[in-house]
């Protein structure tokens, strides 16, 4: 977390500056600090910097990413898709969460957006995860089928593994804490989160009641329109396949539906 602080102290300077202009309406605030520092991520994952992205999560200051640069350059390393901070060691399983796709998701959630705050995260990762079950599967209708795959690929080695899996569920429960306290930081929301008694050890339960229960979280997942979407319409996935079947879309809703109430069972009450 010490390169985040770093980050923050330097975006802190940035805003400061910019304040000196009466023109300028910008604040110091942890929101804004926070808004900024999840752009410059953006910036230098590469992969969530993009047209797509700038509409789903807001369009990256470059000023202030020269700004950073210009004060170290060893940031931007650090963040990018090989760099040491590109993931997060799981205290509570030992996998890699995709820290540059959780920071994605959170800026996604945290931004003002025409995009469903979901389809940054979660629902995004599910329209994606569809396209694998259809090449997977070789494009099968056959509903067995698609349901006994559809369980490898939530979490599995595809579009939606459990880097991703654990980056989606922790970027919901870590925005809400910060929704919650204007006043955090992020290097401290995520410190917090991921602590020794942190919320990570329910993270699953979290996420769910994030959505008010286990029945409201079943009727979100079933009313993502996994047929069409920016994220995936833009990549042009669709193409070799066509527009996924409904029992192409319901293997894979119900296999992350149960993969996520499996996974919370297992936690502590």
């Known amino acids: 977390m010490k390169r985040l602080e770093y980050l923050e102290k330097l975006t802190d300077s940035y805003l400061r500056e910019l304040q000196k202009n009466p023109r300028t309406n910008v604040s110091r605030k942890p929101v804004e600090i926070n808004d900024y520092n999840l752009e410059f991520i953006r910036y230098n994952s590469k992969v969530y910097a993009g ?8 369009t990256i200051d470059e000023r202030h990413v020269q700004y950073v640069e210009s004060k170290s350059k060893s940031l931007s390393k650090f963040f990018e898709p090989n760099g040491e901070g590109a993931f997060l060691k799981d205290p509570v399983t030992g996998n890699k969460i995709d820290f540059l796709h959780m ?3 959170l800026d996604g959630i ?11 995260g979660w629902a995004g990762d599910l329209q994606t995860a569809v ?3 259809q090449r997977n599967t070789n494009d099968s209708n056959d509903l ?8 490898k690929i939530i979490g599995g080695n595809s579009s939606f593994s459990t880097s991703d899996l654990l980056a989606d569920i922790d970027a919901v ?10 006043k955090l930081h992020l290097s401290d929301a995520i410190e917090k989160y991921y602590s020794k008694s942190g919320e990570v050890n329910r993270r699953f339960s979290e996420f769910i009641e994030s959505f008010g229960g286990k029945k ?24 070799k396949y066509g527009i996924p079947t409904d029992n192409q879309v319901k ?3 119900e296999a992350f539906i149960n993969h996520v109430l499996n996974q919370a069972s297992k936690e502590q009450k």
């Open 173 to 182: 429960n870590i925005a809400n804490m910060i929704r919650e306290n204007s």
């Open 251 to 253: 293997a894979i809703r």
């Open 144 to 151: 067995k089928i698609l349901q006994k795959e559809a369980k």
């Open 216 to 239: 409201e979280f079943k009727e979100a997942v079933n009313s993502v329109n996994l047929k069409t979407g920016p994220i995936v319409m833009d990549s042009g996935k669709f193409e």
């Open 110 to 120: 945290l931004s003002v957006s025409p995009i469903p705050d979901d389809l940054s």
């Open 51 to 58: 047209f797509k992205w700038a509409i789903t999560a807001g």
């Open 131 to 133: 396209i694998d079950l």
């Open 103 to 105: 920071a994605a998701t």
